[in-house]
């Protein structure tokens, strides 16, 4: 897998003890890559298209579409979990992932404490600008899936997000859920921005999260972001 030296600082677990790092997500170690011998090589387009001639010298690639604004986020996650399960002739496993997934995302879904109003799911990118999760984010499909509402209902782009002005953002009606990337200079609510824009937050201060999940990540991710919000909503 490539990736994973960044995929660790959202998770702290052990991965997959057999997992080999190949170095950037964009930028893997083709050598290395092509001295394992796989037998096939998979991919989300459109993010890693660039990469697809250079992969298909080594094995066979598979693309697979995960997110993006008109995409079943879902279907998408099933078709993944159920291609890996048929790679390594473990579909059975595959199918009760998905169904824990399912089991356990409709518990979480009458437990969650229900907010008055619609959510939004915002990360900081810097003083002026944030990130805005919508139609084709990972965090939009559990909203969905945990019988709550997205108040952005705006555009997204392929990650399945949009950028907007902290002005533009705080003109939005809804609940703001502040995600904290461990990655991020603005990983705690002690390091907000304190421009005078952020003052709006002071006085009805968001519910946070800290992120323990890959964004763009599979059924354990999604749960991870659905118990974790269930938290947040508990303290507020």
Do not use: C
Request: hydrophobic share 40%; aromatic share 10%.
């Amino acid at each position: 897998m490539a990736g994973l030296a960044q995929y660790r600082r959202f998770y702290r677990e052990p991965l997959l003890p057999d997992t080999q790092e190949l170095g950037n997500r964009f930028q893997p170690n083709f050598e290395y890559l092509a001295s394992l011998e796989p037998d096939a090589i998979l991919i989300s387009p459109p993010a890693h298209l660039n990469l697809e001639n250079k992969l298909s010298s080594i094995a066979d690639v598979i693309k697979i579409p995960l997110f993006g604004e008109n995409l079943n986020i879902w279907q998408n996650l099933e078709q993944l979990t159920r291609k890996v399960g048929e790679l390594n002739d473990q579909q059975q496993q595959a199918q009760e992932l998905i169904e824990s997934a399912q089991t356990r995302l409709a518990v979480i879904a009458a437990q969650i404490a229900r907010p008055v109003d619609p959510l939004l799911v915002v990360e900081i990118r810097d003083d002026r600008h944030v990130r805005i999760y919508g139609h084709g984010s990972l965090e939009d499909m559990v909203i969905t899936q945990l019988g709550l509402e997205n108040a952005w209902q705006g555009p997204t782009n392929d990650w399945g997000f949009s950028t907007l002005t902290i002005s533009e953002a705080f003109q939005l009606e809804g609940r703001f859920i502040l995600l904290h990337p461990t990655y991020s200079q603005y990983s705690t609510d002690s390091a907000l921005p304190t421009s005078g824009l952020w003052q709006h937050w002071l006085d009805d201060p968001p519910v946070s999260i800290d992120v323990n999940y890959w964004p763009w990540g599979g059924f354990f991710s999604a749960l991870r972001f659905a118990e974790s919000l269930k938290e947040a909503l508990e303290n507020t």
